[in-house]
Each structure stands twice: as structure tokens, then as C-alpha cells.
């Protein structure tokens, strides 16, 4: 895979020593507002209806002092994330979020600090599950994005920078090269596809199934 990005450097960018494909990664950023539906502009691009994200957006209606959340949405599959205030560090799993409060890395934690939608003992393991959403990868045309943002300006960013995310303590830089190249190859390039073949049918068609991206690390 050739990655042209003229101004930055990823953490999996080096790989391209050892061989390239086909396939050519444009890493260029681009910038959406996620809005309700009646507030969309119907000629704008870079508006996307809430409603059409098919994710749980209720997170960003709520802040704290002690931690800000993400979704880092990599190669069909979006990877919830906490960034701590003190410490700034980037958490992908209930064992290093207690492991930070224990640390008081988010030291003013209780239930009460997240509202409606509390980080807490009973559903932070939930909170930490990865999901599936190929629809608005295709839909944004990248293979990587995040979204960020509060009850009143929720943004989604195609491919910012891994390593600004910590994302190695996911994938390591030779299995997260591959898992974009392969993404890019079997997803994002244009072919003629009969549109009546369903997204779930290409991940089969193309063999990716539930056991796929098996070199994730989870901590």
C-alpha cells in the first residue's frame, strides 16, 4: 500500500518499506458536523444526520473535569475511548480505566459526574464494546475516523493520526498497515458491485467474519 500525506507521519508508516500493493491510501482529513436530521443541509456534504450514524450519541451530551470521550472508528469496527484530563492518556478497556481511577489519573470520579450515561462499575464493560458499523466507514469514504465533540457540536474527522490516540496498544504497525490496506483493497476501492449485495454479505464475500482482526490487543 502507498500512503500519500505530504504534511504527517503515522506510527504504521514505515511498513511501506517492505512492499507495496495495488492500493494507494490518500490520507487526507475531512470534517463532518453530525446533526439532527431537520438541521441538515440538504446540498451539504459535510452533514451527517444523526440518525444516520447508527451509533450511540447520548455520550457526548455530557461532560466532566476528569476525562473526555471518543470513537475511533478503524476499518469497519468503532473503538470506544476515554481520554484522561491529569494524565492525557488514551483508554481502550475497563481494566485500565479502573486501573487509571485507581491511579486518581480521574480524580473526581463517582456515578453522578456522567449523568445520564455514567462510566461506572455496572456498565463501563459494556461502554469498552467494540462494534460494527461498515455503513458509515463507506459512507465517509475513510478507513479510519473519530468522532468527538459535546451536546452541542459532535464532529467526525476522517483519518486523523494513530498515533496521536495511543491506537498501537490495539494493533501493532505491521498488523494495522495490513488491516488498512485490506480494508482500502476490498471496501473503499470502486467497483461494480451489483447493489443489491448487502454490506454483510461483502465482509463474507471479501473473509471477514466475527474472528477477523485477530491481532488486537485488548488490556
Do not use: W
Not at 481511577?101 to 449523568?115: G, V
Not at 450515561?117 to 469498552?128: L, P
Not at 473503499?188 to 474472528?211: A, Q, V, W
Amino acid at each position: 500500500m502507498k500512503i500519500i500525506d505530504r504534511k504527517y507521519k503515522d506510527y504504521y508508516d514505515f511498513v511501506q518499506r517492505y512492499g507495496q500493493s495495488h492500493v494507494v491510501y490518500k490520507r487526507s482529513q475531512e470534517q463532518y458536523s453530525i446533526l439532527p436530521r431537520n438541521k441538515c443541509q440538504k446540498n451539504n456534504q459535510y452533514h451527517l444526520a444523526e440518525d444516520d450514524i447508527g451509533l450511540d450519541l447520548d455520550i457526548f451530551k455530557y461532560k466532566t473535569l476528569d476525562y473526555s470521550i471518543y470513537l475511533l472508528g478503524f476499518c469497519g469496527k468503532i473503538y470506544p475511548g476515554v481520554q484522561t484530563t491529569k494524565n492525557q492518556k488514551f483508554i481502550y478497556s475497563e481494566e485500565d480505566f479502573i486501573r487509571a481511577l485507581s491511579k486518581s489519573d480521574l480524580f473526581y470520579f463517582n456515578k453522578k459526574q456522567y449523568y445520564n450515561y455514567d462510566i461506572n462499575s455496572q456498565n463501563i464493560s459494556s461502554f469498552f464494546d467494540i462494534k460494527e458499523n461498515l455503513d458509515l466507514f463507506i459512507k465517509v469514504n475513510s478507513p479510519i475516523f473519530i468522532i468527538t465533540g459535546n451536546f452541542i457540536n459532535i464532529k467526525l474527522q476522517t483519518n486523523p493520526l494513530l498515533k496521536y490516540y495511543d491506537f498501537q496498544k490495539i494493533f501493532e504497525p505491521f498488523s494495522a498497515f495490513q488491516n488498512i490496506e485490506q480494508f482500502i483493497g476490498n471496501f473503499l476501492i470502486k467497483t461494480e458491485e451489483p447493489s443489491t449485495i448487502s454490506n454483510i454479505n461483502r465482509i463474507h464475500k471479501h473473509g471477514f467474519d466475527k474472528y477477523s482482526f485477530r491481532n488486537q490487543k485488548r488490556k
